[in-house]
Nanobody, 122 residues
Framework: QVQLVESGGGLVQAGGSLRLSCAAS????????MGWFRQAPGKERSFVAA???????YYANSYRGRFTISRDNAVNTGYLQMNSLKPEDTAVYYC????????????????WGQGTQVTVSS
């Protein structure tokens, strides 16, 4: 089993930055893919970014160039650096991990964190 805990969310002004962290415990995530999804009020959960065990990254088009996903296997933690934030980026952001499957598909993920709120004010 893998437990995931997100942190780093909060309130930021438009144009600002936040760095989300996803701390894993229970087992190493070195061989797992890690992903970030978001869910805005009244909307379905949607893909943001993912990184596989070898470091290959995947981004939804809306976030490419603004967000950067990374991981540090030494501390069993994944990160999402979010720059140039917009009010429409306001959502709960979830970290997830999987041993396989399509990175952009939520159903591929076996483990989920509880989410962290990101609010971007205009």
């Amino acid at each position: 089993q893998v437990q995931l805990v997100e942190s780093g969310g909060g309130l930021v002004q438009a144009g600002g930055s936040l760095r989300l962290s996803c701390a894993a415990s229970g087992r190493t995530v070195k061989w797992l893919s890690m992903g970030w999804f978001r869910q805005a009020p009244g909307k379905e959960r949607s893909f943001v970014a993912a990184i596989n065990w070898s470091g290959t990254t995947y981004y939804a088009n809306s976030y490419r160039g603004r967000f950067t996903i990374s991981r540090d296997n030494a501390v069993n933690t994944g990160y999402l650096q979010m720059n140039s934030l917009k009010p429409e980026d306001t959502a709960v952001y979830y970290c997830a991990a999987t041993s396989g499957g399509t990175p952009a598909v939520a159903g591929s993920y076996d483990y989920w964190g509880q989410g962290t709120q990101v609010t971007v004010s205009s």
